[in-house]
C-alpha cells in the first residue's frame, strides 16, 4: 500500500544512532526541560507474581476513512474545552523523525505525541494498552500476547493490524534498540488482529520495553512520521518550528483537546524566558532562578523531577581513570550538595545511583551517601593509584546546556583542592554525539541520562560491558553475571535485591558520579489546563486544553 506524504517541509537524518539519553535540564519542555515527577512506578501484579495477566482497555471510536487517504488538518473543535493553540518551544533540532534512529531528548519528547506502542505509560507510571486493546503473559514471563484494537488507523489514515506491529519489532530487534530485545526468538501474527512474542527466556521486565513506536511499512519515516498517536505532525521549518496538528484517526476519542502545539525554536534558557514573559510561549520548564521572573498571576507551576541522572561520566579505559581508586578519589572529592545549590538554585535531590530516584521501589537510597566529600580520602585513594601528584584532564560539555556547563565548573573548583585540573572543553551538541557519545572520544563529560522505559533495566542495562549505550566502558564481569541473572528472576522480592546489587557494585566500583536528579518549575499559561507530569522525559499535548 502506498502512503501519501502530509508534511509540507521535509529533513534529511543523518544520525543512525538511537540514544536513550537525557539532553540536559534547563528551561524548556524539550530537550534541556526534565519532564517528570518523582510518582514511583510500583511493581505490577504481572511483575510480582508470574501468572497470567490479563491487561484491556475500553474501545474508542475513529474517523472513518479510506487506506492511504492524506491527512488534512481537521477543522477546530467547538465543544467546550476543545480546540486552540498552545505555544511551545524547544532548543535541540532533530535530526531524523523515525523514532528508532533518533531519540534525542528533544525529539524523543515530541515523538511522544506522534508514535505509540502496544502499551504506553500513563502519568502515575503504569503502563496502560495503547496500540494494543489488552495482553495476557504467560506464567513463566516467556510469552506475550497482544490484541490489537480494531480498526486501529496509522495517522495517514490506513489500516494498522498484526503484520505492523510484526515488523516494527523485527525491525527494533534488528537496530538491536535495547538488549531486552536479545531474547526475543519469536514474533508471530496470530490473524489479523493478534501478535504472539516468545522469549527464550523468562523476562518479567520485558513489557516496559513494548512502549516502542508501532510503525508501518514503507514509509519514508525519517522525513514523513506516521504513527498511532493524538497527533501528527504538520509541518516543520529547520531552526525555526515544528507544528503538530491533531490526528483526527486517533483511538482515544476526545483527545487531544487542542486542534494544534506550536513548538518555536529558541536559542538559550535567558530567550525561552523572555518568550515567555512575552506570550509568545504558553508553556516552559524554569529553574529556580527564572521562576522569581515569571508574573506568578498568569501561569500556574508544577514542580517536577527530570526523570534522569546527572553525572560526571568517567571513561573507564582513558587513563588513568582504568584504576577504580582514582575513579573513587573523584567521587569523594565532589560536592553534590554544592553543585545542586549553585548549578540548580537547590532544586534536585541527590541520586547515588544511575537509576532514578523516582523509581523507588528499586532504587537504593542509601548509595546517596557512599561518597560524602573527603577532600583528604581523596588525596589517598590518588597517592595509592601514584597519581599523588595531581593530573590534568578534559571534562567536554555540550554548551547548550548551561546547568551542565555550570556544574562542570564547580566541579573543576571542586578538584583543585585534590591537586587535579579539570579543563572544560564545551562542544556543540551534534559534535557531543558524534564525538562523545557515539565515538567515544572522551575522557569525563556530563549530562543526564534518562531510561527509555519504566524500569530499572532501562537505567541498569547500558552498563552490561556489550552495550552499544555503554559509552563510559565500564566493564565487569560480575556486573555482567549479575545483569542478567536479575533479567530472568521471576520472584519480584528477589529481581529487587539483584538490581540494588548491581546499584552497590556499580557505586563501589566508581563507574561515575551519580549527581542528581535535576528539578525545575513548569510554567503553564493560566488559559490551560491539564498538564501532567510522568516519570519518563516526555511531554505528553494530548492532556492540556484550554479553560
Same mark, same amino acid.
Given at each position: ?5 502530509h ?10 544512532l538511537?540514544?536513550?539519553?537525557l ?7 524539550s530537550a534541556?526541560a ?15 507474581? +508470574?501468572?497470567v495477566?490479563?491487561?484491556?482497555a475500553?474501545e474508542?471510536?475513529?474517523p472513518e476513512?479510506?487506506a492511504?487517504d492524506?491527512?488534512q ?9 476543545q480546540?486552540g ?12 523523525? *523515525? ?5 534525542g ?7 511522544f ?7 504506553? +505509560?500513563?502519568s502515575?507510571g ?13 506464567s513463566?514471563?516467556t ?7 480494531k480498526?486501529g ?7 494498522l493490524?498484526?503484520?505492523?506491529v510484526?515488523?516494527s ?9 535495547s ?6 526468538s519469536?514474533?508471530?501474527a ?11 527466556e523468562?523476562d518479567?521486565?520485558?513489557l ?14 525519517a522525513?514523513? +512520521? ?11 521549518a529547520?531552526?525555526?518550528?515544528i507544528?503538530?496538528g491533531r490526528?483526527p ?9 487542542l486542534d494544534k ?6 536559542a538559550?534558557?535567558?530567550a ?5 514573559q ?10 529556580l ?15 517536577r ?18 584504576d577504580?581508586k582514582?575513579?573513587q578519589?573523584?567521587?569523594y ?7 545542586? *545549590?549553585?548549578a ?10 544511575p537509576?532514578?530516584?523516582g ?17 583528604e580520602?581523596?588525596?589517598?585513594l590518588?597517592?595509592?593509584? /601514584?597519581?599523588g601528584?595531581?593530573?590534568?584532564f ?8 548551561a ?5 562542570a565548573?564547580?566541579?573543576s573548583q ?17 559534535t ?17 541520562? *534518562?531510561?527509555?522505559v519504566?524500569s530499572p /533495566?532501562?537505567?541498569?542495562s547500558r ?11 565500564y566493564?565487569s564481569?560480575t556486573?555482567?553475571?549479575?545483569y542478567?541473572e536479575?533479567?530472568k528472576?521471576l ?16 557505586s ?5 558520579v551519580y549527581i542528581?536528579d535535576?528539578?525545575?518549575?513548569v510554567?503553564l ?5 491539564g ?5 519518563l522525559?516526555?511531554? *505528553? ?7
Amino acid at each position: 500500500m502506498k502512503r501519501k506524504s502530509h508534511i509540507g517541509t521535509k529533513i534529511m537524518a543523518f544520525l543512525t544512532l538511537a540514544i536513550i539519553l537525557l539532553a540536559g535540564c534547563q528551561a524548556s519542555p524539550s530537550a534541556s526541560a526534565p519532564q517528570a515527577s518523582a510518582v514511583a512506578p510500583q511493581p505490577s501484579a504481572s511483575a510480582s507474581e +508470574p501468572s497470567v495477566v490479563t491487561s484491556s482497555a475500553p474501545e474508542t471510536s475513529a474517523p472513518e476513512a479510506s487506506a492511504g487517504d492524506p491527512i488534512q488538518a481537521t477543522e477546530p473543535s467547538s465543544q467546550a474545552g476543545q480546540g486552540g493553540e498552545l505555544k511551545a518551544s524547544y532548543s535541540t533540532e532533530p535530526t531524523t523523525w *523515525d523514532p528508532y534512529l533518533s531519540e534525542g531528548a528533544d525529539v524523543r519528547s515530541i515523538l511522544f505525541n506522534i508514535y505509540e506502542g502496544l502499551v504506553k +505509560p500513563s502519568s502515575n507510571g503504569d503502563l496502560v494498552p495503547a496500540v494494543a486493546e489488552s495482553y495476557e503473559i504467560s506464567s513463566d514471563a516467556t510469552t506475550y500476547t497482544f490484541t490489537l484494537r480494531k480498526d486501529g488507523k496509522f495517522s495517514d489514515g490506513s489500516v494498522l493490524d498484526s503484520a505492523d506491529v510484526v515488523y516494527s519489532l523485527n525491525r527494533a530487534k534488528e537496530l538491536e534498540l535495547s538488549s531486552a530485545l536479545k531474547s526475543v526468538s519469536g514474533i508471530e501474527a496470530s490473524g489479523s488482529n493478534q501478535v504472539v512474542i516468545t522469549l527464550s527466556e523468562p523476562d518479567v521486565d520485558f513489557l516496559p520495553y513494548l512502549t516502542l513506536a508501532i510503525l508501518p511499512e514503507g514509509v519514508d519515516l525519517a522525513n514523513d +512520521p506516521v504513527g498511532t498517536g493524538p497527533f501528527i505532525l504538520e509541518s516543520y521549518a529547520a531552526e525555526e518550528e515544528i507544528v503538530l496538528g491533531r490526528n483526527p484517526y486517533y483511538w482515544n476519542e476526545g483527545h487531544p483537546h487542542l486542534d494544534k502545539v506550536t513548538l518555536r525554536k529558541t536559542a538559550s534558557v535567558e530567550a525561552t524566558v523572555m518568550a515567555l514573559q512575552a506570550g509568545t510561549i504558553d508553556i516552559a520548564s524554569l529553574t529556580l532562578e527564572n521562576y522569581g521572573l515569571i508574573d506568578k498571576t498568569k501561569f500556574n507551576f508544577t514542580e517536577r523531577g527530570s526523570a534522569s541522572v546527572q553525572q560526571l561520566n568517567l571513561n573507564n579505559i582513558k587513563e588513568p581513570f582504568t584504576d577504580p581508586k582514582v575513579r573513587q578519589a573523584i567521587s569523594y572529592a565532589v560536592n553534590v550538595q554544592e553543585i545542586i *545549590d549553585l548549578a540548580n538554585g537547590g532544586l534536585g535531590s541527590k541520586a547515588g545511583t544511575p537509576v532514578i530516584p523516582g523509581l523507588s521501589a528499586y532504587y537504593d537510597e542509601t548509595l546517596e551517601s557512599s561518597y560524602p566529600t573527603d577532600i583528604e580520602k581523596a588525596k589517598s585513594l590518588l597517592a595509592e593509584a /601514584g597519581k599523588g601528584e595531581g593530573f590534568a584532564f578534559d571534562i567536554t560539555v555540550p554548551s547548550n546546556y548551561a546547568v551542565h556547563v555550570n556544574t562542570a565548573q564547580i566541579i573543576s573548583q571542586q578538584l583543585q583542592k585534590i591537586n587535579v585540573t579539570a579543563n572544560i572543553v564545551q562542544v556543540d551538541w551534534a559534535t557531543w554525539l558524534s564525538q562523545v557519545y557515539q565515538g567515544r572520544d572522551f575522557e569525563a563529560t556530563i549530562i543526564s541520562i *534518562d531510561g527509555s522505559v519504566l524500569s530499572p /533495566g532501562s537505567f541498569l542495562s547500558r552498563y552490561v560491558s556489550t552495550s552499544g549505550s555503554n559509552f563510559f566502558n565500564y566493564s565487569s564481569e560480575t556486573y555482567d553475571t549479575l545483569y542478567a541473572e536479575a533479567q530472568k528472576e521471576l520472584d519480584l522480592a528477589k529481581r529487587v535485591s539483584l538490581y540494588k546489587d548491581l546499584q552497590k557494585l556499580l557505586s563501589a566500583d566508581a563507574a561515575n558520579v551519580y549527581i542528581q536528579d535535576i528539578k525545575t518549575y513548569v510554567a503553564l499559561s493560566n488559559v490551560f489546563e491539564g498538564y501532567e507530569d510522568y516519570p519518563l522525559y516526555v511531554t *505528553d499535548f494530548s492532556t492540556i486544553k484550554l479553560k
